[in-house]
């Protein structure tokens, strides 16, 4: 099956800094989606994006899916972006499954 | 507003026992789904329902079982509960499609712990 991995595993931040967060993946996918997890651990969906950028607001992601790779920046963080980032990627004739990445566990410090 | 709602957010049953965990939708979304999370493990699919009725085993559905009678309701059912299923279990939904629609909604989570 897909493997998914992620880089780096954990990352800590001071207020106000910028990040990168690395979504590697072992095949093709049509489908590619970033998650946030709060620390009350509700998941929050931030981007579908299977391929090409997109941005909302200091959050902004890209797909090279030639390449099989996707990122995520968080600009100016703010101590609300700590919590967990999970990648996931799936097949569209799968019925919408998921396979999802470790996570990287982000801090920010005040 | 998108909803995922799940019976309990924290549950703690004995070994043995026989556990519903419920998961309502009010998106009217064809596919559902439950993962369990652990640490250092990440999400972990179970089972997903694509129709009513219909149910496809994920990636560890041993020791679980699904019921999905209605389009909004998908049940996860450990039908005896051992010490290796405590765990947080999330459930979300999403529309059919190839398309943007494909987002997964989650619900909160229930973590359940078993005696």
């Known amino acids: 099956g897909i493997q998914v991995e992620q880089s780096p595993p954990d990352l800590i931040l001071q207020e106000g800094a910028n990040s990168t967060l690395r979504c590697n993946f072992s095949?093709?996918?049509?489908?590619l989606q970033w998650f946030h997890q709060n620390p009350w651990g509700q998941l929050i969906n931030l981007f579908y994006?299977?391929?090409g950028t997109k941005q909302n607001g200091r959050l902004s992601a890209t797909t090279v899916a030639t390449e099989r790779y996707s990122l995520l920046y968080i600009s100016s963080s703010q101590t609300t972006d700590s919590g967990v980032y999970f990648c996931?990627?799936?097949?569209?004739?799968?019925?919408?499954?998921?396979?999802f990445g470790q996570g990287t566990e982000l801090s920010v410090k005040p | 507003d998108v909803k995922v709602t799940q019976s309990s957010r924290y549950l703690v049953k004995r070994t043995g026992e026989k556990v519903f965990l419920e998961c309502v939708q009010d998106?009217?979304?064809?596919?559902m789904f439950w993962y369990r999370q652990d640490p250092g493990l990440g999400l972990r699919l179970i089972y997903f329902?694509?129709?009513?009725?219909?149910?496809e085993k994920g990636d560890i559905p041993e020791g679980y079982s699904v019921s999905r009678e209605k389009k909004e309701r998908f049940s996860l059912i450990l039908e005896s509960a051992s010490t290796n299923q405590t765990s947080m279990y999330l459930c979300?939904?999403?529309?059919?499609?190839?398309?943007?629609?494909?987002?997964?909604?989650f619900g909160p989570g229930t973590r359940l712990t078993v005696l």
């Open positions: 979300a939904s999403s529309e059919s499609g190839a398309k943007e629609t494909d987002t997964q909604y």
């Open positions: 095949d093709s996918v049509n489908n």
């Open positions: 994006i299977p391929s």
């Open positions: 996931a990627v799936g097949l569209n004739n799968q019925g919408g499954k998921l396979i």
């Open positions: 998106m009217d979304h064809e596919n």
């Open positions: 329902s694509y129709d009513v009725k219909m149910k």
